[in-house]
């Protein structure tokens, strides 16, 4: 993609919403100490944040569908803003709680009309790498943004990365403001038939592939740090560095899925779902082992956000008169994923099965996903399985 300072806008904002869903995952044992709670009970704020924008994301759409796109899309960033001022200002786990659900009000608005605001600046057929161009704010975050959040946690408290997150809030409204043109909102559609899309066959099988896609990543991801911590015996500066490595992951396994999902959508998510469920599975056996571990985190990294773009652009062909409410609903279908995850990891962990375990749970995830994607192109096209466009 060329240099275009309004998608450069909206990965700025993906940034800062990256930084603030993520970093709690590196900073999981530090709040659970702090706040007197056990590693499951911290998870919960995760799995809070992600029921929120599962909840929030047709609501806030349905409800600002009149709204000018820039307008909305600051308005949704000043929401962002306050809760993370208010985590920072946290005493309690309960505040702490409540002011992760006020957080993700804006997430999966953002994400859905943002997407649909990407593939609108450029054109048809690079639609799919503008998408993906907007999630590199996301994938960036964790490159950067949650190994700098770790380390500031630890060496100043998990309210000390609070303060950060606002301050991205304050710079992401700002490129919004001075860089994203004034675009005019949809003339609005009637409401009952835009949910009467989400209804479509085809619709609901992209909705779940996106949820069990998502519960694959985080079953394990949300407890990355107590793995490396107890498994790997690993240092602070070592979950720090695997934090980085997987972010860099993230990032070039976002650019790959939108290079190849404007090529063929199908294929890129069955390579990807196929890996997934092997690299999964190789961490389950090499959690003991520093080297194997790290090279296996970069290529989950890679294999877990090249499922993104052509999972986003999948839902917003499915239901193409509806993009904008069908794109929000798949936002909160990675979060009810990443809700389902980390939920589905603390049962593990509470069932005393040990971490290697948490992996195999996550395989287990991304396989029913690889098996309902195999059901899909069946249905579609009974007779020409391997034909995958």
């Known amino acids: 993609m060329k240099l275009n300072p309004p998608l450069l806008a909206l990965a700025a904002g993906a940034f800062g919403i990256g930084v603030t869903e993520f970093a709690p995952m590196g900073l999981l044992p530090v709040i659970a100490s702090d706040l007197g709670v056990s590693i499951p009970t911290a998870g919960l704020l995760i799995s809070a944040y992600a029921v929120g924008v599962m909840l929030s994301a047709p609501l806030m759409t349905l409800t600002t569908g009149r709204v000018p796109r820039r307008t909305l899309l600051i308005g949704l960033m000043a929401i962002f803003t306050i809760g993370n001022l208010m985590a920072a200002l946290s005493t309690s786990y309960e505040m702490l709680f409540v002011a992760r659900l006020l957080t993700s009000l ?60 606002a301050l991205l809030g304050v710079v992401a409204m700002t490129s919004l403001r001075l860089t994203l043109p004034d675009i005019a909102a949809g003339a609005g559609g009637d409401v009952v038939s835009e949910l009467k899309v989400l209804g479509r ?69 069955i390579v990807t779902l196929a890996s997934l469920v092997a690299l999964l599975v190789a961490f389950a056996a090499a959690m003991p082992f520093a080297a194997p571990s790290a090279v296996l985190i970069f290529l989950w990294g890679v294999a877990s956000f090249a499922l993104v773009p052509p999972l986003q652009m999948r839902v917003m062909a499915a239901a193409a008169d509806a993009a904008n409410l069908a794109s929000s609903v798949n936002i909160g ?44 192109v069946r249905r579609r096209r009974p007779a020409m399985v391997c034909g995958l466009r």
């Open 333 to 376: 279908a990675f979060n009810l994923g990443n809700a389902m995850g980390a939920a589905l990891g603390g049962a593990v962990i509470s069932g005393g099965l040990g971490y290697p375990a948490i992996a195999l749970a996550g395989a287990a995830a991304a396989a029913c996903g690889l098996t309902l994607m195999m059901l899909m």
């Open 106 to 165: 804006n997430h999966g608005a953002f994400f859905g009309v943002g997407s649909i605001v990407a593939a609108s600046l450029v054109p048809e057929n690079r639609r799919a790498g503008a998408v993906a161009a907007m999630f590199m704010g996301l994938t960036i975050a964790n490159v950067v943004g949650v190994p700098l959040a770790t380390w500031a946690g630890d060496l100043m408290g998990w309210r000390a990365a609070f303060w950060g997150i």
């Open 201 to 269: 066959a085809p619709v609901v099988l992209a909705l779940a592939l996106t949820v069990l896609s998502s519960t694959a990543m985080f079953t394990v991801f949300t407890y990355i740090s107590p793995i490396l911590q107890q498994e790997t015996q690993a240092s602070i500066g070592f979950v720090t560095a695997m934090l980085v490595a997987y972010g860099v992951g993230l990032t070039f396994g976002n650019w790959l899925g939108g290079r190849f999902a404007d090529r063929s959508v199908d294929r890129t998510l």
